[in-house]
């Protein structure tokens, strides 16, 4: 009894750190394009911030990866019924899945425009870090994010599509 408590106190707590071990196929490849997505938006807001020394050539590279890498390319990784331990896709993909190919485009579409915005002056609000970049009431307060244009408002429109779609897609941690 004693040891097989144990084994199940463990496996509890491994349960988490081996889901990436455990995917395979389709469900590790995109887990591993969704890792490096994490660095890349990283890497963009820490400029951003001046954690990093702005660099408009890294950011245009960071952006321009993000794109090749979104739409189609992105929603190819997700057949049909791919949901299911380790993942943590919802089925409701399958059930809307032009919904969550509007996400994967307009991730594409923000990250193209952030590299063509790159070179500007990356003045304006953003949070510390992209996942608490979300839609919602307070987006359109505080300066007009939405039109002031700039890589900051790219850079924050780019981690609202990929928080967007995990709210809608993605299952809680
Ligand atoms: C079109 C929807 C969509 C977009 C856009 C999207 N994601 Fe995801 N993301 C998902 C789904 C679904 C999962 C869960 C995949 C799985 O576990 O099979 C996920 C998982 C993740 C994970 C966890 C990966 C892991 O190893 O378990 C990270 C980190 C992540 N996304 C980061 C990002 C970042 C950063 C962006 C934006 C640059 C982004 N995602 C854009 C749908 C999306």
């Given at each position: 009894m004693k040891l097989s408590l144990?084994?199940?106190v463990l496996a509890a707590?491994?349960?988490a750190a081996a889901a990436h071990e455990n995917a395979t196929g389709v469900v590790g490849e995109r887990m591993e394009l969704m890792e490096r997505f994490d660095e890349l938006a990283d890497?963009?807001?820490?400029?951003?911030?001046g954690e990093l020394a702005y660099d408009p050539a890294a950011?245009?590279?960071?952006?321009?990866?993000i794109s090749s890498k979104a739409g189609?390319?992105?929603?190819?990784?997700?057949p049909e019924g791919s949901s299911g331990a380790p993942s943590e896709a919802k089925a409701e993909i399958w059930r809307d899945f032009p919904a969550f190919e509007h996400y994967a485009s307009a991730l594409g579409d923000w990250s193209r425009e952030l590299a063509a915005q790159a070179d500007g002056q990356p003045r304006g609000?953003?949070?510390v870090s992209w996942e608490d970049a979300v839609m919602g009431p307070g987006m359109m307060q505080g300066g007009g994010m939405m039109g002031s244009g700039g890589p900051v408002?790219?850079?924050w429109h780019v981690a609202a599509m990929c928080n967007?779609?995990?709210?809608?897609?993605?299952e809680e941690d």
């Open positions: 144990t084994v199940l707590a491994g349960a890497r963009i807001f820490a400029m951003m911030h950011v245009r590279r960071a952006a321009e990866e189609t390319h992105m929603t190819a990784l997700f609000k953003l949070p408002s790219a850079a967007a779609c995990h709210a809608e897609f993605r």
